[in-house]
């Protein structure tokens, strides 16, 4: 924990971010009994291009609300919380010691610019140290300017993604197996056609952990 932010819990008691009870100071930011009701996931086997795939959450109420206040609001602090999550998905999932490098699917710059930080690589990054495998921080990189995903139907997601991912460093994924970290993993286009140009550039493996699962109705 960070001077600061011991500086800053002295200051201001931390409040549980779903229920806004306060909790302890040595806690994170949701509290146990919002832990409780969390609607954890174990979710369905490899999809598309992705061996396997992993998520903490499902995507809904009150899991959306705090996942959205981080991507979109600046909620940082509560990385630790999800990082907590995605640990325990990945680990019940995957036999970790098996994972070569953690690699965070990268946003294109024109959402880095807007938000300033890359929510995926901050998760992914804490999560290659608590696993203490390695962190590819530039391995992959987003080409192209493709439509935000949230608006498009299944079909015109897997279009809009093609080959917008490119492998700036082949010899550190050739024969690798690779878990790949994204925030939200919805129809799954996105981390597939990154896990296929992996592939392409020689890795061995893709497996995928997200923090949340929307499940579409
Ligand atoms: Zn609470």
Redesign the pocket.
């Known amino acids: 924990m960070s001077i600061l932010r011991r500086v800053l819990d002295l200051l201001w008691p931390r409040?549980?971010?779903?229920?806004?009870?306060p909790?302890d100071r040595d806690a994170r930011y949701?509290?146990?009994?919002?832990?409780n009701r969390i609607p954890f996931v174990r979710p369905e086997d490899g999809m598309y291009e992705i061996d396997d795939a992993a998520s903490a959450v499902r995507f809904e109420c009150e899991t959306r609300e705090i996942i959205n206040g981080y991507k979109f609001r600046d909620r940082i602090w509560l990385r630790d919380d999800f990082v907590d999550w995605i640990e325990a998905a990945a680990r019940s999932r995957f036999d970790v010691s098996a994972i070569d490098a953690v690699i965070a699917i990268p946003t294109t710059l024109g959402h880095r610019i807007n938000r300033g930080y890359n929510q995926s690589a901050l998760l992914a990054e804490s999560l290659a140290k608590r696993l203490d495998r390695r962190f590819l921080g530039r391995a992959v990189a987003r080409t192209g300017h493709p439509k935000r995903q949230s608006s498009l139907t299944e079909e015109e997601r897997v279009e809009n993604v093609k080959g917008t991912f490119v492998v700036r460093e082949p010899s550190l994924v050739r024969g690798r197996t690779i878990l790949l970290v994204d925030d939200i993993m919805t129809t799954g286009s996105t981390l597939s056609e990154c896990s296929k140009t992996l592939k392409a550039a020689g890795a061995w493996r893709v497996w995928s952990v997200t923090l949340a699962r929307s499940v579409r109705t």
Do not use: F, S, T
């Open positions: 409040n549980c971010e779903i229920c806004g009870r909790v949701i509290c146990a009994d919002c832990l």
